[in-house]
């Protein structure tokens, strides 16, 4: 039936129309429709119907409507802003054709001198104001106005704006909220949104007219596209071809960036809390994957630190009557305790005895942290862990002098290494090669290969115990650190000592090649560390200790260093104390002015501190606000940052 | 008691017994409750190194200890009553007779058993 109504009213019209002998063309069709007083309408949901609805033209609420609009846009917050002003060029047209169509000239006219000034910026915008205007004053009726082909053009062509979403929201709001009927009317009818959350929002509305050539219409669409287009060649051609500042400028800036002060890498903490058995030692994996810990009643317990990639399932069997069998079949250490992963791997792990306890009697499945086993075997306290390259295998040495080998896929002890008649304080793993140094009370250090159970070389020469092991990034030499208070640098090949280095006044703990293979760091009890040269075989710089060093810095370990990490080129040396304290230093030659000569007349050396750090309270603080406890390791992974272990004690 | 002195002689030395007698030992053992609890001897297994899954075996475990106490109680007991017997008995009646556990009657026992005690005999 409306339809039907349409056609009637189509056909009255053009019959009008061509008594006047005017055009009827469609968009003059639609002219005259609006002519009549009635426009037509929204946006339709479906194309095939038709809504119409009359809203009154009187100027004064035009008027209202666009002075109420432009002063809310003002307000508004700046991205909206200044995307919402693309919209009122379009409205501001549309409203004058409509106070022209329907109110009169005058009352049009005022209307756009009130408003226009503030389009003139834009050339484009400019364009079409002068043709609407002249169009609109010079002629007579509103038919002939219809008839000029700018405006036809308008009414005929959707202004295209670029809006987010949340402003074209906004904006719909407002329009809804308040009243304005014909503002609505016109931002759907001719204004065609592009919802571009990108932010880059156009220079200006761009007018689409249906025969969709836009750069055909030149004069309307005018020199937005093609100013579009310029911009973005600028761009480009500003990108791809640098000009000699920009490329002196770059280079200043690497420079700046060479000569700056290092930064010290980042220290991701974990802390063993409610470890009531006695945390003796912890090792992390060199991707950082696997965590490691020793403990004092003989268990090794393994810890996934990064989100499980796969998970290990395993079924909850009772372990009262095995149900794989009778007797012959006894569950295996890693069967009871194998637990599947929890969603994502915590960064603080919290160890449980509970949870071991339960999954000793097959009670949980899951548990909250990354544990992965609990291996037992060893006899004793395990005193130390190390993870050999590929991960797949861990070792551990403990006080039952014996020497383990873990396969960590099966979670089993796979080979047992006997030779020192002594606890094993240490352990270390070759860097190229399968070989493998302990150090031990009894004064010696072994060299092993893991295929054979009896060691292969016995490094003899200290007076008292081998507190400290490690080999040299070639591995062809193994240093160790003792009780004596010296440093041997031994060979591997005959086991034959090639130096022995001293200066430190205190136990060593720690020692540490540096990965160019030039220097050995070494960390005593009384806080003292010392950078050694290897060819020459004395000490380049010291960090503290009993006598304070070259180094201007006052602050310095005063507590057991128990840890040494060398940055892969060599040029930061991290230390850390059982109290807590990780510091970092920059090791280098300095200027000599600023430090003095050393006794050989070069330059001196110096650790100049980059970065400390406090993660633990140290034995008695272990309830402190950082959350720390006793730091037990350091060590740097694959991905360059250190990862420390910390120990929080059960209160007592 | 013969399965029991087997199985600690088992311990001893490698194991020569025949499995049979052993399972039916362990099966007779499910009955039982040793007085050494399943936890501590389970914790003390582990300390060794070894993973106590069954409860069978741990009760196994908490039953040799017991008998090894209660053996070195026995001989004890032995030698007090030698050296009471040796003693004048008419005194005390024979059925409240209460017998104390001295260093002197338990540090023969125990180096019968290869544990040597030596007590100082004063203290500074």
Redesign the interface.
């Known amino acids: 039936m409306k339809k039907v109504k349409t056609e009637k009213v189509m056909s009255t019209v053009t019959d009008y129309l061509k008594k006047r002998n005017l055009e009827t063309g469609i968009s003059g069709g639609v002219a005259t429709e609006q002519h009549a007083g009635v426009l037509g309408l929204v946006s339709p949901s479906t194309p095939n119907t038709f809504t119409f609805s009359t809203t009154s033209t009187h100027h004064s609420h035009i008027d209202h409507q666009y002075v109420r609009l432009k002063s809310w846009m003002m307000e508004a917050s700046e991205p909206c802003r200044s995307e919402l002003s693309q919209v009122l060029f379009p409205l501001f047209i549309h409203l004058y054709l409509e106070l022209v169509a329907g109110t009169g000239r005058q009352a049009a006219r005022k209307f756009f001198v009130k408003h226009y000034q503030v389009f003139l910026v834009n050339r484009d915008y400019e364009n079409i104001l002068s043709q609407v205007l002249n169009a609109s004053s010079n002629v007579a009726t509103s038919g002939d106005m219809a008839s000029s082909p700018v405006i036809q053009s308008l009414k005929s062509g959707k202004y295209s704006v670029r809006l987010s979403e949340l402003t074209l929201n906004y904006f719909l709001r407002y329009l809804k909220a308040t009243e304005n009927p014909t503002l609505l009317q016109i931002f759907n009818t001719y204004i065609e949104v592009e919802v571009d959350d990108s932010g880059a929002g156009s220079a200006g509305a761009v007018l689409r007219t249906p025969d969709s050539s836009v750069q055909a219409n030149g004069l309307v669409n005018g020199h937005t596209p093609e100013s579009i287009t310029s911009d973005t060649a600028a761009a480009s051609a500003d990108g791809m071809d640098c000009t000699q500042e920009e490329l002196q400028k770059v280079r200043e800036v690497i420079a700046r960036v060479k000569c700056t002060h290092p930064t010290a890498p980042s220290l991701c903490v974990y802390t063993v809390s409610n470890a009531y058995n006695g945390l003796s030692c912890a090792c992390v994996n060199a991707e950082g994957r696997y965590l490691s810990c020793g403990f004092e ?3 090794i317990k393994l810890w996934k630190l990064t989100p499980p990639v796969h998970n290990v399932g395993f079924r909850k069997t009772s ?2 009557t ?1 149900p794989r069998g009778g ?1 012959s079949h ?4 890693c ?3 194998r637990m599947e992963d929890e969603g994502n791997g915590a960064e603080e792990e919290e160890k449980d005895e509970d949870m071991m ?1 339960e999954a ?1 009697g097959g009670g949980r499945r899951r548990n909250r942290g990354g544990e992965l086993f609990a291996l ?4 004793g306290p395990v005193l130390d862990t190390a993870f050999t390259h590929d991960s797949s295998h861990l070792l551990s040495v403990g006080e ?1 002098t014996t020497m383990k080998l873990w396969n960590l896929e099966l979670g089993q002890a796979v080979a047992l290494y006997r030779g020192h008649n002594y606890p094993v304080w240490c352990l270390a793993v070759a860097p190229l090669t399968m070989y493998v140094a302990t150090g031990s009370y009894d004064t010696t250090a072994r060299i092993w290969a893991t295929d054979y159970t009896y060691p292969l070389r016995s490094l003899t020469g200290h007076t008292k115990g081998v507190d400290c092991v490690t080999f040299h990034p070639n591995g062809s030499y193994v240093a160790t650190g003792s009780s004596d208070r010296t440093i041997r640098i031994w060979q591997v090949t005959d086991g034959d000592t090639a130096r022995i280095l001293l200066h430190h006044k205190a136990p060593i703990n720690t020692i540490a090649f540096s990965p160019n293979g030039k220097y050995l760091a070494s960390g005593s009890e009384d806080g003292a560390v010392l950078v050694w040269d290897l060819a020459g075989g004395k000490v380049l710089t010291e960090l503290g200790g009993s006598h304070s060093g070259c180094s201007a810095d006052s602050v310095v370990h005063t507590d057991p260093v128990i840890g040494l990490c060398w940055s892969p080129d060599s040029a930061l040396l991290t230390s850390a104390s059982s109290d807590g304290c990780v510091r970092t230093s920059h090791f280098r030659q300095g200027a000599a002015r600023e430090l003095g000569f050393d006794s050989d007349g070069g330059p001196a050396w110096d650790l100049g501190e980059v970065c400390q750090v406090q993660c633990g309270g140290g034995t008695n603080g272990g309830y402190s606000g950082n959350g720390g406890g006793q730091l037990l390791h350091i060590s740097l992974t694959s991905h360059n940052y250190l990862t420390a272990v910390t120990a929080l004690d059960v209160e007592r | 008691m013969d399965p029991n002195q087997q199985q600690q002689q088992g311990g001893q030395q490698l194991p020569r017994t025949s499995g049979l007698p052993l ?1 039916d030992f ?1 099966m007779q053992l499910e009955d039982y409750v040793p007085t050494i609890p399943d ?1 501590v001897t ?2 003390y297994l ?10 069978r ?1 741990v009760r196994l475990i908490s039953l040799a200890a017991q008998k090894f106490i209660s053996d070195i109680a026995n001989d004890a007991l032995q030698h007090c009553k030698m050296r009471g017997s040796q003693q004048s008995s008419s005194k005390t009646k024979g059925k409240d007779k209460r017998y104390t556990l001295t260093m002197d009657d338990l540090t023969p026992v125990l180096a019968e058993y290869g544990i040597t005690v030596k007590k100082p005999h004063y203290y500074i």
Request: net charge negative; with cysteine.
């Open positions: 009643d003989s268990v372990t009262v095995g007797m006894t569950l295996l250490a069967d009871s305790s306890a000793r037992r075997g060893h006899c039952d | 399972s362990l936890a389970a914790y582990n300390t060794s190194g070894f993973e106590a899954a069954d409860v075996l």
